[in-house]
C-alpha cells in the first residue's frame, strides 16, 4: 500500500507543477485542465499519507506538507467558480423583449448523428442565436430546416471537425469566416444588429486543443487575437465557442483581463461541458464571454444529445446604461507585453 500512496503522490504533484511552467507544449498544458480531479488526488494521498506512513519518517512531513499546499493552490485556481466567490456578472436591472438576446452555444461532435434532437432541443429552448462548431456538410443539410426561423446565416462547413455555423433571427452585417492562425481552423466575425437597433459583435471561435503532437501555440495565439480586436474595438462585444481551454488557465485569464471581458461563471459555477461520458473528468471548454454591456438573466448547461459536449444556453440584455467596470480585473502592462509577445510568437 506504501508504494500505491507513493505513486499517487508523485502523480499529483507533477500534475501540479508542470502547469507552472511557462510552455505551450501540449504534455504540459493537458495538466491546465483536469484542476478538480488533481485535487482530489492530493486530497486522497494526504488521507493515506497519515495512514499508512510512519508518522516519525521526516519524509512525511515533507511529503504532507507538499501534498497540502499542492492541495490549496489547486483549490485557488478553481475557487472562482464556485459560490464561494463574489460574482462577476451584473444580473440584469431591466428586463424587456427588446433588450434581451439568448445564445445556444454547442460542439455538435462531426460523428454524432442526433440531429434530431438538437433541432428539437433548438425549438424548444427558442435561441435568438446558436452558434455551433465541428458541423460537416451532413449536419449543414440536417440544420437547414432552420432556414426559415433564422433567417441570417453564416455556414462554414468542414470535414475536418472544424466546422462551424451561426445562426441568428436578428440581422448581421460585416459577416467574415476568417482563417486567422491556422489554414484549416476558422473563426467567425460578425455585426449583429439587436432588437434595441443597437450594434454588437460575436466573434466565434474553436481552436485545436493541447493533444500528443499539437502543441498550444496556435491556440492561444488565436484567443489573444481575438482578444486584442476586442480590446482595441469600442463595440460592444461577445466571445463565445469552444476555446478547447478552461477558464482558469493563464490564457483564459489572461485573454478575460486583456480584453476586459465579464466571465458569467465566476462565483457562480464551473459549467462544466466536456466530456460527457466522463463525470470525473469534466471541464468547461465551451465560453460565453461578453463586455460589460451586457447583464445576466440566465445560463444553463443543457442536457446530452450525442455529443462528447454539452450545450449551453445564456440569455443577457442590453444594458449599456448599467455600469459594470467594478467587477472587471484592469490589465496592467506587463499583461499587456505578454499578450503582444504571443501573438508576434504565434504568427
Known amino acids: 500500500m506504501k508504494f500505491f500512496v507513493y505513486i499517487l503522490s ?25 484542476r478538480m ?12 499519507c497519515f495512514r499508512y506512513i510512519h508518522p516519525r519518517k521526516i519524509y512525511k512531513i515533507a511529503l504532507i506538507s507538499l501534498l497540502a499546499v499542492a492541495l490549496v493552490f489547486q483549490l485557488s485556481k478553481i475557487i ?10 451584473k444580473v440584469s436591472q431591466n428586463i424587456t423583449e427588446e433588450n434581451r438576446l439568448s445564445i445556444l452555444v454547442f460542439n455538435v461532435r462531426m460523428e454524432n448523428e442526433e440531429t434530431e434532437k438538437f433541432v428539437d432541443l433548438v425549438k424548444k429552448w427558442d435561441p435568438d442565436m446558436i452558434l455551433i462548431t465541428e458541423p460537416d456538410s451532413i449536419w449543414a443539410e440536417a440544420l437547414s430546416v432552420l432556414d426559415k426561423e433564422y433567417e441570417f446565416q453564416i455556414k462554414e462547413p468542414l470535414p475536418n471537425t472544424y466546422g462551424m455555423m451561426f445562426f441568428s433571427k436578428f440581422p448581421l452585417s460585416e459577416k467574415k469566416v476568417r482563417y486567422l492562425v491556422e489554414e484549416e481552423v476558422p473563426s467567425i466575425a460578425t455585426k449583429i444588429t439587436l432588437r434595441t437597433g443597437d450594434e454588437v459583435m460575436l466573434y466565434g471561435l474553436h481552436p485545436r486543443p493541447p493533444k500528443p503532437g499539437s502543441d498550444t501555440y496556435e491556440r492561444d495565439t488565436e484567443i489573444l487575437l481575438v482578444g486584442k480586436e476586442v480590446q482595441e474595438s469600442s463595440i460592444p462585444s461577445i466571445v463565445a465557442g469552444d ?17 476586459q471581458l465579464i ?26 464571454f ?11 448547461r443543457l442536457e446530452h444529445i450525442g455529443s462528447d459536449h ?11 446604461e448599467v455600469d459594470q ?8 502592462e506587463e499583461a499587456e507585453e505578454e499578450v503582444q509577445e504571443t501573438i508576434e510568437k504565434g504568427t
Not at 310 to 320: N, S
Request: aromatic share 18%; proline share 8%.
Open 37 to 48: 480531479s488533481i485535487a482530489v488526488f492530493c486530497l486522497l494521498a494526504l488521507i493515506l
Open 290 to 300: 461578453y463586455s460589460e454591456e451586457f447583464g445576466l438573466t440566465r445560463m444553463e
Open 243 to 259: 476555446l478547447n481551454d478552461v477558464a482558469w488557465s493563464h490564457t483564459s485569464e489572461l485573454f478575460q483581463r486583456y480584453a
Open 325 to 332: 467596470s467594478e467587477f472587471i480585473e484592469k490589465v496592467d
Open 310 to 320: 454539452f450545450p449551453i444556453y445564456i440569455e443577457l440584455t442590453f444594458e449599456p
Open 10 to 34: 508523485a502523480i499529483s504533484l507533477i500534475a501540479t507543477g508542470l502547469p507552472l511552467i511557462k510552455s505551450a507544449k501540449w504534455w504540459i498544458r493537458i495538466f491546465d485542465f483536469p
Open 80 to 89: 472562482f467558480y464556485t459560490p464561494l466567490y463574489p460574482r462577476q456578472a
Open 263 to 288: 466571465d458569467p461563471r465566476e462565483g457562480v459555477g464551473m459549467f462544466n461541458t466536456y466530456n460527457t461520458s466522463l463525470p470525473f473528468f469534466r471541464y468547461p471548454l465551451d465560453h460565453i
